[in-house]
């Protein structure tokens, strides 16, 4: 009979030990997320703050690197310019005459050419002689005109109060005669109908 193996197999050992340790490493990353899933926020106020946040720095990154780029841009157009700039020639009082001399030469003498006729002068309408009645001031004109013209009344509304009151000073106590069981407001009523007509309303007058 062969002797029974006392000691422990080291395959079966090792797997036994990469088993244990695979579960240790398991529990522990659930451990882990675990404690994470405490730590994290779930209140949408500040998580919406977080965000806001966010894009701000975002944006601020995105305005940095817009503002580098403008500055490299303007940096290359700067020493394409200065390859291009050429110096402006000096100008002096001797070319400056000389050019204004030609200018001179070029144009005609005007005061040479020109001659005035009699025939080109307008004559001054100030001194003219007027017919009739003259007019020195608007007064004047105004008494002139008024003279010569039946005067218009161009607004007879201003004057219907006063016309009204007059008419019916006159008219209401014929009517209260005629009519001695109306009323006051129907006694009035007649009194509009019949200044309406009446040719002392200034907008009959027309």
């Keep these: 009979m062969p002797k029974k193996w006392i000691g422990e197999n080291s395959k079966a050992v090792a797997a036994r030990n990469r088993k244990q340790?695979?579960?240790?490493?398991?529990?522990?990353l659930q451990q882990k997320e675990i404690e994470d899933s405490l730590w994290q926020e779930h209140n949408k106020n500040v998580l919406k703050k977080l965000e806001r946040k966010e894009d701000r720095e975002r944006k601020k990154?995105?305005?940095a690197q817009r503002k580098q780029?403008?500055?490299?841009l303007l940096e290359k157009e700067?020493?394409?310019?200065?390859?291009k700039c050429t110096t402006a020639t000096k100008v002096t009082r001797?070319?400056?005459?000389?050019?204004?001399?030609?200018?001179?030469?070029k144009l005609p003498n005007k005061a040479e050419n020109k001659c005035?006729?009699?025939?080109d002068l307008e004559k001054n309408v100030n001194?003219?002689?007027v017919e009739g009645e003259e007019a020195r001031t608007v007064d004047d004109a105004i008494m002139i005109l008024s003279d010569k013209m039946t005067k218009v009344d161009l607004h007879p509304?201003?004057?219907?109060?006063?016309?009204?009151?007059a008419f019916q000073e006159r008219n209401l106590p014929l009517l209260k005669k005629e009519n001695p069981t109306l009323r006051q407001s129907q006694l009035m009523q007649m009194l509009k109908k019949e200044w309406q007509k009446s040719a002392e309303n200034p907008m009959n007058q027309n």
């Excluded at 340790?21 to 522990?28: L, M, T």
């Excluded at 001797?94 to 030469?105: C, D, G, L, T």
Aim: net charge positive; glycine share 2%.
């Design 157 to 165: 509304e201003k004057r219907m109060r006063a016309a009204f009151a």
């Design 21 to 28: 340790e695979a579960q240790k490493i398991k529990q522990e």
């Design 116 to 119: 005035v006729t009699l025939n």
């Design 127 to 129: 001194h003219l002689t």
């Design 69 to 72: 780029e403008n500055r490299q």
């Design 61 to 63: 990154q995105e305005i």
């Design 78 to 83: 700067m020493e394409q310019l200065k390859g």
């Design 94 to 105: 001797a070319s400056i005459a000389a050019f204004q001399e030609k200018e001179k030469k």
